[in-house]
């Protein structure tokens, strides 16, 4: 790909599976939930998914969990949520050695995800990788935009000092991470771990990528 100088990543779903948002979501906020209204763990995670399916991931609140907290009236604070969940946080198995080669290709890489900030620094942290990166953005924390526009995407290539046709962005989000970037001029991959869709911009890891990508 000509003149390509950056490559940039969602996180959950991406480089992490989504055992520990998944976790955090619909296991830990449902229990809580649960204990207070003093119902069990099934009936509180329908009432919570019906929450959360009200607020929608367009909006801001739906990735707020001290939103959530607050809301929900739960007896624990968002960092002891988060603490309780982080030893399932993993990342694929390929993303380490793909990340060592995009670096070694001469790329720049950055993060861009919607997932905040306290959820996103645990992740780097726990899996060792923030080092591969020049910069991670939360587009919600950091930017208070979901990845439902293309302005994140302006916002991210501004700070970066490059144009939309020099990124790659790679995401699992056939929306957010895919048609939504392309709009800009971005050049982008629909990350699909289950082999469902094939065709020249889905790639099924990120080996595929490697592959497909050349710093020129």
């Not at 907290?69 to 603490?83: F, G, H, M, Q, T």
């Not at 800009?184 to 699909?192: A, V």
Request: overall charge neutral; proline content about 3%; glycine content about 6%.
């Amino acid at each position: 790909m000509i003149g390509v100088k950056i490559l940039s990543f969602d996180m959950d779903g991406t480089i992490t599976d989504l055992s520990f948002v998944e976790s955090v979501w619909l296991e830990g906020v449902p229990h809580l939930f649960a204990a207070r209204n003093q119902i069990s763990f099934q009936d509180a995670k329908k009432l919570v998914k019906r929450e959360y399916d009200k607020v929608g991931k367009e909006r801001l609140e739906w990735y707020n969990l001290d939103y959530w907290v607050r809301k929900l009236s739960l007896d624990a604070s968002p960092k002891e949520i988060l603490n309780s969940f982080q030893h399932r946080i993993t990342i694929f198995p390929e993303v380490t050695e793909a990340l060592q080669a995009f670096k070694e290709k001469g790329f720049r890489l950055i993060m861009v995800s919607s997932a905040r900030r306290e959820f996103l620094d645990i992740e780097l942290e726990r899996t060792g990788i923030r080092h591969f990166f020049e910069h991670t953005f939360s587009s919600t924390s950091d930017f208070g935009l979901t990845k439902k526009t293309t302005d994140i995407y302006q916002k991210v290539c501004t700070i970066c000092n490059v144009t939309p046709s020099e990124v790659v962005h790679v995401g699992d989000d056939p929306d957010f991470d895919f048609d939504i970037p392309r709009k800009l001029g971005i050049k982008t991959f629909y990350l699909d771990r289950t082999g469902s869709h094939s065709g020249k911009t889905i790639i099924r890891d990120l080996k595929e990528l490697v592959e497909k990508v050349t710093l020129k």
